[in-house]
């Protein structure tokens, strides 16, 4: 018993320690879209038609690297600046998988082939496109909980605030010096890293318990029929938790046990939701949005993937 | 002033970890660039977090001493109440606690059970009724790159030019992976390895079998690859006891698997202690 809470710890450990770069960069990146970026330079930006700006949010994540839990900082900053949900949702489901190392990964795992990176991206690319079509009929506020707003909105009086303070006339943020940008930015993100670093645990935490406490070598021998197997890969991806760049290489531990479709379902699910990222976006976005985009994402990766094994 | 304690908590742990070498034990090395670049990353931020709590006491201070009045600035943040900040800053200080104090532990039998293994699939495998009720994929698919061919074509000659395959801590994946995928090769042929025993359920007393963990990433997403032994004679080693092996191969059908597996007829083989670095990383 000890010996496996010894071990719980280190998985925990190393998940932590594997996370904590890419939430940094998150964070940073958060930041500067926070301060740097304004409002109407996103409006200008995107396509008021909700298709074409959920095309250009899917373009965006594949230019993107981002891993599944850094992304959910980032997404966050989006949003606070007016991106239409749909799009930066479209963003954040394609960022952890279309991007140079996952492929790279990918390409790899599976034997040097292209095949696997195909299925995954494209696949990638439908779910983000469906989920924020689903998303822009069903949603049409930023969904983001009370306090993030609260937060945003303390951040703006506090900064009217100092310039009050400071008999400063301007008006908004782009009237600051270069040298307070870059300040109001650290802090930014060091009051980021905080809030998401703590989900961050938690989520690392669960992940880890269920490495070594859930027999996930039974589930398995549940994975009978293509649909339950595909069902079966995408509740493993769920519970391992890991990160998109490694998931490969799990997935092609599995060949022998499961179906092209299935581990499909595994690459793509497994990048969009987990333990970890799960609890991340909770802390960001209202449950019954949370829940709604999980649900969805997991009708679309399943039929895709259930589509791609029949017929492709 | 948590704050600080936490960001220098996490640069001292990756620093502590790449001093000591124990990195090795969490993540593979060639991320370890990742971590090393964020020590320095947190030892700018727990001095930029520390000179801000500084100057914001200087400051609360002196709009004291001001009797300043500040409508509507509330100096509570999101974590505002004692019970939430100890929860929050609490969690951030936990994985630096239990990190810096508690024994780092490897991975073995105990996690293996959890865990599972699997076998790639054999080519080589006739028997169309072997894999009933387990869906089987056509494997060739993934081949069908002819730069796959070319690299296991190159590691197979690397690996298949003598009657010896020792494998290492170098070439412990790649070797495998070359063994499972032209096992025809290295039939009959000398294979040397170690790892620690594993016995699963339905192995008899002289059969059990060799593993070591592969990392790929990091810890969570290390797998055990490892080969079935068979001993001619009854042996009494428990789990966890490491083996140096050497003997010929062959394959057996495997009955829990419901598929052909390489297993290698040991000749020769005495205990040995745990090497320093357990693991075996994988190399792009």
């Known amino acids: 018993m000890v010996q496996s809470l010894l071990q719980l710890n280190s998985i925990f450990i190393s998940l932590v320690i594997e996370a904590v770069p890419f939430i940094v960069v998150g964070v940073f990146i958060s930041a500067i879209i926070q301060i740097f970026i304004t409002e109407e330079m996103i409006a200008k930006f995107i396509p008021k038609n909700r298709f074409f700006s959920i095309l250009l949010g899917t373009c965006m994540g594949s230019l993107f690297p981002a891993c599944e839990c850094g992304i959910v900082p980032i997404t966050e900053g989006l949003v606070r600046k007016k991106v239409p949900l749909h799009a930066a949702i479209a963003f954040m489901l394609t960022g952890p998988i279309i991007n140079p190392i996952v492929i790279f990964a990918t390409y790899v795992a599976f034997g040097n082939s292209w095949e696997m990176v195909i299925r995954r991206c494209s696949l990638a690319i439908v779910v983000a496109f469906i989920v924020g079509l689903v998303i822009s009929y069903l949603f049409n506020d930023d969904q983001l909980r009370e306090f993030i707003n609260k937060k945003a909105q303390k951040a703006q009086s506090q900064v009217n605030k100092k310039k009050h303070h400071h008999h400063h006339d301007h008006e908004h943020l782009h009237s600051m010096t270069t040298m307070e940008k870059v300040k109001e930015m650290i802090n930014h993100a060091l009051d980021e890293f905080f809030s998401v670093g703590k989900f961050l645990v938690i989520g690392a935490f669960i992940a880890a318990s269920m490495q070594v406490f859930v027999k996930t070598s039974t589930l398995s021998f549940l994975g009978h029929t293509v649909a339950t197997s595909i069902l079966v890969m995408m509740l493993l991806a769920f519970l391992l938790s890991l990160c998109s760049e490694a998931d490969a290489f799990i997935a092609s531990s599995f060949r022998g046990t499961f179906a092209t479709g299935s581990l499909t379902a595994f690459l793509v699910f497994g990048a969009m939701v987990d333990i970890k990222n799960l609890i991340m976006m909770l802390s960001t976005f209202k449950k019954r949005f949370v829940f709604t985009l999980i649900a969805s994402i997991t009708v679309v990766v399943f039929v895709g993937s259930l589509f791609g094994s029949l017929f492709i | ?284």
């Open chain 2, 1 to 284: 002033m948590i704050r600080f304690i936490i960001l220098f908590g996490f640069m001292y742990l990756l620093f502590h970890l790449h001093a000591t070498g124990d990195i090795s034990k969490y993540i593979n090395m060639r991320y370890a660039y990742l971590t090393f670049i964020m020590i320095f990353i947190f030892a700018f931020m727990s001095i930029y977090q520390l000179i801000k709590w500084n100057m914001q006491g200087k400051k609360d201070k002196k709009e004291e001493e001001h009797h300043h009045d500040h409508h509507g600035h509330d100096h509570s943040h999101d974590e505002n109440t004692i019970w939430k900040k100890f929860l929050v800053y609490g969690l951030l200080l936990l994985p630096l606690i239990t990190g810096i104090f508690l024994p780092i532990a490897t991975l073995n039998s105990n996690i293996v059970k959890a865990k599972g293994f699997h076998f790639a699939e054999i080519d080589n495998d006739k028997d169309p009724y072997a894999n009933h009720g387990i869906l089987r994929p056509n494997t060739r698919l993934y081949y069908s790159a002819d730069a796959y061919e070319k690299m296991s074509v190159s590691d197979r000659k690397k690996y298949d030019s003598g009657n010896i395959l020792a494998l290492n801590d170098g070439n412990y994946l790649r070797g495998l992976e070359t063994v499972y995928n032209f096992p025809g090769d290295f039939t009959n042929k000398t294979i040397s390895m170690r790892g620690f025993a594993y016995h699963g359920d339905a192995t008899s007393k002289n059969q059990l079998f060799l593993f070591r963990f592969g990392i790929i990433h990091c810890i969570a997403d290390a797998g055990v690859f490892g080969m079935m032994l068979k001993f001619p004679e009854n042996v009494n080693y428990k789990d966890d006891d490491w083996l140096q092996v050497q003997g010929t191969m062959s394959t057996v059908f495997y009955q829990p698997f419901q598929q052909t597996i390489p297993v290698l007829n040991v000749t020769k083989w005495h205990v040995i202690k745990a090497p320093k670095d357990p693991y075996v990383y994988r190399p792009y």
